[in-house]
């Protein structure tokens, strides 16, 4: 049974860090591209960054040199280093792995975690 497990989130006042963890209770947890989505009310969940078994990242605009993503692979573990947070950061944000193509195609999901940006 595949579980991915957010944690870290909670308030933080504008301008603060939060780091968001997911651990992955998965095999081969090295082999998948680890990714965090966020969802606001209202809106469709959209990519905030990713990286690849490689350790390759990519990042949302809205986010570039504001957020970092990594990974520890013999902790299984994907992290969210959240900086320089704005009040429109506010979102439940999800842990995403995924690999493979067509039949052979995995994609998780773990449940989310709030975080919200305000005085």
């Known amino acids: 049974q595949v579980q991915l497990v957010e944690s870290g989130g909670g308030l933080v006042q504008p301008g603060g860090s939060l780091r968001l963890s997911c651990a992955a209770s998965i095999n081969f947890f090295s082999t998948y591209t680890m990714g965090w989505y966020r969802q606001a009310p209202g809106k469709e969940r959209e990519l905030v960054a990713a990286i690849t078994s490689s350790g390759g990242a990519d990042y949302a605009d809205f986010v570039k040199d504001r957020f970092t993503i990594s990974r520890d692979n013999a902790k299984s573990t994907v992290f969210l280093q959240m900086n320089s947070l704005k009040p429109e950061d506010t979102a439940v944000y999800y842990c995403?792995?995924?690999?493979?193509?067509?039949?052979?195609?995995?994609?998780?999901w773990g449940q989310g975690t709030q975080v919200t940006v305000s005085s």
């Open positions: 995403n792995a995924r690999r493979g193509s067509g039949f052979a195609k995995r994609d998780y």
